[in-house]
């Protein structure tokens, strides 16, 4: 079946512009991350959605991110005011449930490039 | 606090050799553990996970971990390595006394396979 796709995979843009980036989560899964990594390092924490409960947005770098996600599918994660710091490839992630031990499915990434 | 140490940035191997990639986890309760794998450009690929029972686990592409409680150790391994093996291998754990369902990572590390 389908995958967790992501759209664009590829983003360029100029500092200071608005960007979204998509995620379509596995259908039915009811859990869906995002996370940012930088060139061939580890994983940071973005935000996690469950469900309908609220979302937890611990990993948010600062007030120019945000994330929704509507109808408990498709995820926007949109950063406003892009900085060159913001250059990076984000990452999401779906799950069945929010369960402890199902595990999580990855879409191929958002390269971002703030130039 | 909950944390995830994969102590080698890097590991060398050649191809036929056996290969370990080395995880341990620090966390307040009994853990899930779980190891992924990413290729290039690619996002990560769900390995294998350790939920209980049997200490070791079997997982996809012939990989397989070692559950050590006492040692509190996840080492992934392989008996005998090929060249498509070389990627970023992440090693993360779940504290199931954490509501949250809070995946926490390992910083990554890159398996080269020399022919």
């Known amino acids: 079946g389908a995958g967790v796709s992501q759209s664009p995979s590829n983003k360029v843009t100029e500092k200071g512009k608005d960007v979204e980036l998509r995620c379509d989560p596995i259908?039915?899964?009811?859990?869906l991350y995002w996370y940012r990594q930088s060139l061939g390092q580890g994983l940071e924490f973005l935000i996690y959605?469950?469900?309908?409960?609220?979302?937890?947005k611990s990993g948010l770098p600062s007030d120019r991110f945000s994330a929704e996600r509507t109808g408990g599918s498709v995820s926007t994660l949109t950063i406003q005011r892009t900085q060159q710091e913001d250059s990076a490839v984000y990452l999401c992630?779906?799950?069945?449930?929010?369960?402890?031990?199902?595990?999580?499915?990855f879409g191929n990434g958002t390269r971002l490039t703030v130039t | 606090a909950q944390s995830v140490a994969q102590p080698e940035d890097q590991v060398n191997v050649a191809e036929g050799n056996p290969l370990t990639v080395k995880c341990t986890y620090s966390?307040?309760?009994?853990?899930?553990l779980f190891w992924y794998v990413q290729y290039p450009n690619r996002g990560l690929q769900f390995l294998l996970k350790?939920?209980?029972?049997d200490n070791l686990v079997k997982g996809s592409y012939g990989f397989e971990a070692e559950f050590n409680k006492s040692q509190t150790s996840f080492h992934l391994k392989k008996p005998s390595a090929l060249v498509s093996d070389s990627a970023l291998y992440f090693c993360?754990?779940?504290?199931?006394?954490?509501?949250?369902?809070?995946?926490?990572w390992g910083a990554g590390t890159k398996l080269i396979i020399k022919p």
């Open positions: 350790y939920i209980t029972g």
């Open positions: 992630a779906s799950s069945d449930r929010g369960s402890y031990n199902s595990p999580l499915h």
């Open positions: 259908s039915g899964h009811t859990a």
């Open positions: 966390v307040s309760g009994n853990p899930y």
């Open positions: 959605f469950q469900g309908n409960s609220a979302p937890d």
């Open positions: 993360a754990v779940r504290d199931r006394m954490d509501s949250n369902y809070q995946l926490i």
